[in-house]
């Protein structure tokens, strides 16, 4: 039972540094290459505003999920090496592939907003960075859990 605990913690913290760290590219992305203006309200510039204050909650976010992050990561990657009956635990194989699926709809929801965004005439420099700052992330990770289903899949065929 240990495990599955240790196994949804590694997960929760996945999640909060790759979202947080996506989102501090962003925001870098929108400092350093600054949006089109379009004449009205833009979130970016409103964002912008508040742009060290949401730089320090990114900050914040990430100095605390990415050590528990990788404690839990290395923690778990040990004692699997060690008991290979640990790649069977349940919560582990949902885990993987709810992050599997998360990611994959996150890259799919990127490339309609980029070919839309094309087809309208409105791709941007920034709005490419922004694309593939996103899809940069989640295709690493999407990448790494898709080889551990095919190294489980190696081991227990």
């Known amino acids: ?31 350093w290459v ?12 409103i964002a912008n505003t508040y742009s060290s204050t949401i730089i320090r909650g990114y900050l914040s976010a990430i100095i605390v ?8 990561f290395l923690r778990i990657t040990k004692n699997t090496l060690a008991n290979h009956d640990l790649r069977k635990i349940r919560a582990r194989k949902i885990m993987i592939y709810l992050t599997l699926v998360i990611t994959f709809i996150i890259s799919l929801i990127n490339f309609i907003s980029i ?15 922004h694309f593939f700052t996103t899809f940069g992330v ?17 081991i227990y065929a």
């Open 1 to 31: 039972m240990w495990d599955v605990f240790e196994h949804i913690l590694l997960f929760i913290s996945l999640y909060v540094f790759a979202t947080t760290f996506t989102l501090l590219l962003h925001t870098f992305v929108n400092k």
């Open 34 to 45: 600054p949006p089109v203006s379009t004449g009205y309200t833009n979130l970016y510039s």
């Open 65 to 72: 999920s990415y050590p528990l992050f990788l404690f839990l």
């Open 115 to 129: 070919v839309y965004n094309f087809l309208s005439g409105n791709v941007s420099f920034n709005f490419l960075l």
């Open 138 to 154: 989640s295709s690493l990770i999407f990448l790494y859990y898709l080889n551990q289903v095919k190294e489980d899949r190696q």
